[in-house]
């Protein structure tokens, strides 16, 4: 006779604001990190252009290494997603004030971690990256309008 098998199946819950806090702490940390990578890198005679997405390559590692300590979940996907999204930052705050800059690029990549950080809170991974490959795209798309 044929084993009757329970046709429920459990649904894995969603936590958001569980972890949302630290996503918003390394967000700013790695706002911050940017910026004075960048001016380091300025001050040793590079272009803006350049500093920038080297110091983009780093915060991104930094970054990574930051969410497996923190445990966040998918931590590639959040900052590889972050560093393409905000890609050439440097050369668009180039004329701001050192306050206005810090500002934008804090604000920036807090903002940047907390949305990849929400839509990879769901545990299947095509939609994860789906959606994360159509937002990288808008915010490309954004940055050139």
């Given amino acids: ?5 329970n046709s429920r199946v459990a649904s894995k819950k969603v936590k958001f ?21 960048t001016s380091l890198l300025v001050k040793g005679n590079y272009s803006i252009a350049v500093a920038g997405n080297i110091a983009t390559i780093l915060v991104a590692t930094i970054g990574i290494a930051s969410m497996l300590f923190l445990r966040i979940e998918q931590p590639i996907i959040i900052a590889l997603a972050s560093g393409i999204s905000l890609w050439n930052l440097a050369e668009m705050t180039n004329k701001l004030n050192i306050y206005e800059l810090l500002f934008w690029t804090v604000g920036l990549y807090l903002l940047t971690y ?4 929400w839509i990879t809170r769901y545990y299947k ?14 915010s490309r798309l954004i940055v050139f309008l």
Avoid at 1 to 5: E, I, N, P, S
Avoid at 114 to 117: D, I, K, R, W
């Fill in 125 to 138: 991974f095509w939609p994860v990256i789906i959606v994360t490959i159509i937002m990288v795209i808008l």
């Fill in 17 to 37: 604001f569980k972890s949302a806090w630290k996503a918003v702490l390394l967000g700013a940390v790695s706002g911050v990190l940017y910026w004075a990578l």
């Fill in 114 to 117: 907390l949305l990849y950080f």
């Fill in 1 to 5: 006779m044929a084993k009757m098998v």
